[in-house]
């Protein structure tokens, strides 16, 4: 069975992610969405438990697709689950620089672990979570950022920090 991880903080996940997602899910058995919540960038607008609960609700209809979250190496949570590669998207030329020296790191500590790269959709390519949440914060239709099952969620979310 080959599994793969994409791996990000989600935070929280958009239709570019989604879009990720379901480009990858049809080249794996069996894809793991992993909220990584070691990864430095604290004072999120979710906490890690939330973050897997609104994926769970936007994957819900995929059925190879599973949601888990780690506080620990990428490398050593993939060796831990039996994957074989771990799934990047990539936005521009400044996510490439990144991305292809955590892809060496992670061979590095887990030479048999691979890190595809998927090219952002077209229409995607502008957006990260950082956008959805300056977006939210000043009251924007969130429909061509996230998938709508979530939407209330952000803004709920960013009234009661805009009020706290
Ligand atoms: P963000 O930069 O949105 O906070 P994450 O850390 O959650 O992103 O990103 C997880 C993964 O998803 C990374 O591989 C990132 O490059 C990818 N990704 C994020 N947004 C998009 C998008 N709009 N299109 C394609 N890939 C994306």
């Not at 292809?100 to 952002?120: D, G």
């Amino acid at each position: 069975m080959k599994i793969a991880v994409y791996p990000g903080s989600f935070d929280p996940i958009t239709l570019g992610h989604l879009n990720i997602i379901k480009r990858a899910a049809v080249c794996f058995d069996r894809l793991v969405v992993c909220v990584m919540v070691n990864s430095g960038k604290d004072g999120g607008l979710f906490t890690p438990d939330e973050r897997v609960e609104l994926i769970h609700r936007v994957v819900d209809r995929l059925p190879n697709v599973e949601v888990d979250r780690s506080s620990g190496l990428l490398s050593d949570y993939c060796r831990r689950r039996k994957a074989c590669a771990v799934v990047k998207g990539l936005r521009a030329v400044s996510d490439y620089e990144k991305e292809v020296q955590m892809a060496l790191i992670n061979r590095k500590l887990n030479p048999r672990l691979e890190t595809m790269f998927l090219p952002s959709s077209a229409k995607y390519t502008y957006l990260s979570s950082s956008v959805v949440k300056e977006m939210a914060f000043y009251g924007s239709d969130l429909s061509d950022f996230v998938p709508r099952e979530i939407i209330g969620d952000v803004n709920e979310k960013m009234r009661q920090r805009r009020e706290g």
